[in-house]
């Protein structure tokens, strides 16, 4: 008996040791976790922060990476008034339908657009990328198994090639990227942007904020899940408690 | 006028009701005074438990279905709308698709308190075969279900997974393209997956009732199990169970809100976040934990045909266990080996479970064929052999008096029409 349940725990361990060391033969290096405002049962987004992000994403990102899930509107939720979001949201040219002779038209995006896409479709984003794809950018954060840890880490990992590294010709070595080849060239520079903020733009800090907005892009919802999910589940330890108390009470009479 | 009910209903417009239509009085018998065994722990908590899953996934998916759209180029982006526009769509979302994991949780736990309390054995076959049942069309539904969202493993899981059907001799590649509705998972098979992704769990919902209806026949088991002998080993199920239930329920909802306010994509594939593509195979193709045990029992076997054929075999083989599980003894408490293999056969489990995950290279392999031959070792041939040879442990008189009386092996009589004998070695 006792020792099935050691086995039992045994087998567990076990496996769940045997896990990660067996991750551990793909090419990249682990990411180093990096500390996030949204991280932790009560984290939150850093607001000033996604809007710098935005910043980032606005003028470096979006030049090759679509964010179709997005529309200018949804921005209300990193701080943006609407004022702001109206304004945001004019700054860029989209597609508005037909005209009333039937061509297609373009002009200043409204605050329900979705975003603007760089490439009209994929063949375009390819022939412009020597051939890749930058993936759409509504869920990145949630789609690579590493998460914001990873992102982070691909974006400030560029470095020269160890010597001997054979690069494939229009492909960047990144320390983190799996395989150390990836065809996206360096984005961030250090004062690529200028924060309106006077925050200093460092690639990391950069980086960093990027990462913020983007994880807000593909989990809006989190702030808002989060506050509920801490009622919810103080909630029901209270009706845990009561419920078992009852119970106790109405087993009293059974021996 | 024979066939009025005479009701005891104190209001009444429920009176009224119940003499026409005895529901209430039927509620009453079924649910409030049914006498049930006053020793129960919180194992016999899970059915109840499974039933408020199967609630709540009902209930959200309705609500789901309404912004929902069946089709190749709509079903990802409408998901995702749900998930940002819906009003409160994304707690809809979440609690769906955790409900999935949670109601995998709580039948499986389910079934091993009926593994290890041998709640299988007479008279509760046709109620175990039922519940067999409805683990299989559960597996479907869930199955199903996860392919709506058209992610890159919805995709990817749907056409391994239908493929496997073209291993079947001769007729395995026409049953496929039926299945899909055309020569690869598209459109028609989106489309009839949503249908039957809705319907199922209806089903699922009328073979509820039979199996509650067979055990309101039989009654339930216990953890001694050993037969009621009387109104002193039994409580009527309200309050006594009703408020039971209710504490198990509590605990469930919380570990579940836990999951869905807190880690809501903890137990999801991170490839889902990507849109179908058929012409990107993702590096692992892995099914939901619930599936990995037998996925990984599938992946053991070298050959495709075999794979399959263990895996659906591996479900088939409960179907039988009443009949393959010779002992008279219900309750593992007094069969002292079979309270050991039991075990073992849990750790097999969830030892597949953890090959499942994995590429089927090196140790997993390893592991993956000596737990799936535990597996079927255990079903097939040590529980026929076990209850001939096992000398279980003398059994209690009865509920109210399980302490066994001077001399140790003064036990009532064995459960079981037989009254067969232990293996009484000189
Ligand atoms: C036995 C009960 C059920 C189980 C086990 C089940 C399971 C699932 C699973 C695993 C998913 C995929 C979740 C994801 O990854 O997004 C899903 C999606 C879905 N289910 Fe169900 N389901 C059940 C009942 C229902 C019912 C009764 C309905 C409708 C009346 C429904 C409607 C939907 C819809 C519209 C989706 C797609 C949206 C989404 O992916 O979240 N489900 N289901």
Known sequence: MRLARFALLGALVGALAAGPALAQEAEAPTPPAQKWSFSGLFGTFDLAAAQRGFQVYESVCSNCHSMRLLHYRDLAGIGLTPEQIKAVASHNTVPLGLNDQGEPITGPALPSSPFRSPFPNEKAARAANNGALPPDQSLMVNSLPGGPDFVYAVLTGYKEPPPGFNLQSGMNYNEYFPGHQIAMPQPLQADQVEYADGTKATIEQEAHDVVTFLTWAANPEMVQRKQIGVRVVLFLVLMTGLTYVVKRKVWSDVH | ?426
């Not at chain 2, 940002?84 to 698709?97: A, C, I, K, S, T």
């Not at chain 2, 039971?244 to 999801?268: E, H, M, Q, R």
């Not at chain 2, 179908?276 to 037998?294: G, K, S």
């Open chain 2, 1 to 426: 006028m024979a066939g009025l009910n005479k009701s005891d209903m104190k209001n009444p417009v429920i009176n009224w009701i119940d003499t026409r239509m005895p529901v209430f009085t039927l509620m009453q018998r079924e649910y409030g005074t049914f006498p049930t065994p006053k020793n129960f722990n919180y194992f016999w908590n899970f059915g109840a438990l499974a039933m408020i899953a199967l609630m709540i996934m009902i209930a959200t998916g309705i609500f789901l279905a309404m912004n929902y759209v069946p089709n190749t180029g709509l079903a990802f982006d409408s998901v995702q709308r749900i998930m940002r526009d819906v009003n409160y769509g994304w707690l809809l979302r979440y609690v769906h698709q955790n409900g999935a994991s949670m109601f995998f949780i709580v039948v499986y736990i389910h079934i091993f308190r009926g593994l290890y309390y041998g709640s299988y054995k007479y008279p509760r076959e046709l109620l175990w075969i039922i519940g067999v049942l409805l683990l299989l069309i559960m597996m479907a539904t869930a199955f199903m279900g996860y392919v709506l969202p058209w992610g890159q493993m919805s995709y990817w899981g749907a056409t391994v997974i239908t493929n496997l059907f073209s291993a079947i001799p001769l007729v395995g590649e026409s049953i496929v393209t039926w299945l899909w509705g055309g020569f690869s998972v598209d459109n028609p098979t989106l489309n009839r997956f949503f249908s039957l992704h809705y319907l199922l769990p209806f089903v699922l919902v009328g073979v509820v009732f039979l199996h509650i209806a067979a055990l309101h026949i039989t009654g339930s088991n216990n953890p001694l199990g050993i037969d009621v002998k009387g109104p002193q080993d039994t409580v009527p199920f309200h309050p006594y169970y009703t408020i039971k239930d209710s504490v198990g329920t509590c605990v469930f909802l919380l570990i579940f809100a836990i999951l869905v306010f807190f880690f809501p994509n903890f137990l999801g594939d991170p490839n889902n976040f990507l849109p179908a593509n058929p012409l990107q195979t993702p590096a692992d193709i892995v099914p939901e934990w619930y599936f990995l045990p037998f996925y990984a029992i599938l992946r053991s076997v070298p050959d495709k045909l075999g794979g399959v054929v263990m895996m659906f075999g591996s479900i088939a083989v409960l179907f039988v266990l009443p009949w393959l599980d010779t002992s008279p003894v219900r309750s593992a408490r007094f069969r002292p080996i079979y309270r050991q293999l039991i075990f073992l056969l849990v750790i097999s489990v969830i030892a597949l479970g953890f090959v499942g995950a994995h590429k089927p290279e090196g140790i997993w392999v390893v592991i993956g064929r000596v737990a799936t031959t535990y597996y079927f070792l255990h079903f097939l041939v040590i529980l026929p052999i076990l209850g001939k040879l096992e000398r279980p442990r003398p059994l209690p008189e009865s509920i109210s008096r399980p302490v066994i009386g001077p001399g140790g092996s003064g036990g009532g009589p064995l459960p079981g029409r037989a009254p067969a004998k232990p293996m009484e070695k000189p």
